[in-house]
């Protein structure tokens, strides 16, 4: 059972490093982020491991993510430039950087409702309980999200597309 754990964590680790950067924008804090998670699925491995332990992982991450910025509430305004280039390697990492910033204008509500719906490819539902929210919620939250990240980055449009 712990060989099935072990072999789980490691093969899921990174991709859910990946989300909690995204999440809370902060590596330091996303690697944090990802160890309470494996230690709460570690936990409960014996009634995860013939279930969903990835959805289990993401719902830790989000939830101790958002106690963090309830305590730690602050409105951080960052100003963006246009980094825009043309076709290459160069202008993949502009628009990263150009991503990461649009993201940094968004509540943590909101940055969190993006990077589950878009990035994990949930559904609002399972946005929804991954969050503890109403599904009222991560409707409304996407809506605003979207609109402010084409406010703030409307070089970035076509990521944006919301879908019907």
């Given at each position: 059972?712990?060989?099935?754990?072990?072999?789980?964590?490691?093969?899921?680790?990174?991709?859910?490093?990946?989300?909690?950067?995204?999440?809370?924008?902060?590596?330091?804090?996303?690697?944090?982020?990802?160890q309470d998670a494996l230690t709460k699925v570690a936990l409960r491995w014996s009634r995860l491991r013939d279930g969903h332990p990835d959805a289990y992982a993401r719902q830790v991450?989000?939830?101790?993510?958002?106690?963090?910025?309830?305590?730690?509430?602050?409105?951080?305004?960052?100003?963006?430039?246009?980094?825009?280039?043309?076709?290459?390697?160069?202008?993949?990492?502009?628009?990263?950087?150009?991503?990461?910033?649009?993201?940094?204008?968004?509540?943590?509500?909101?940055?969190?409702?993006?990077?589950?719906?878009?990035?994990?490819?949930?559904?609002?539902?399972?946005?929804?309980?991954?969050?503890?929210?109403?599904?009222?919620?991560?409707?409304?939250?996407?809506?605003?999200?979207?609109?402010?990240?084409?406010?703030?980055?409307?070089?970035?449009?076509?990521?944006?597309?919301?879908?019907?």
């Open positions: 059972m712990e060989q099935e754990f072990t072999r789980w964590a490691r093969a899921r680790q990174q991709p859910l490093l990946r989300t909690a950067v995204l999440l809370c924008g902060d590596h330091h804090r996303a690697e944090d982020l990802v991450m989000v939830r101790t993510n958002i106690s963090w910025w309830r305590r730690h509430r602050r409105e951080v305004v960052v100003e963006l430039r246009d980094t825009t280039s043309g076709p290459g390697p160069a202008a993949e990492v502009d628009r990263r950087l150009l991503l990461d910033r649009a993201l940094a204008q968004l509540t943590a509500r909101q940055r969190t409702t993006v990077v589950l719906r878009f990035y994990e490819d949930l559904s609002e539902r399972e946005t929804a309980e991954a969050m503890g929210v109403g599904l009222g919620t991560v409707k409304s939250q996407t809506h605003v999200a979207l609109a402010r990240l084409r406010a703030v980055a409307p070089e970035l449009a076509e990521l944006l597309e919301e879908p019907t």
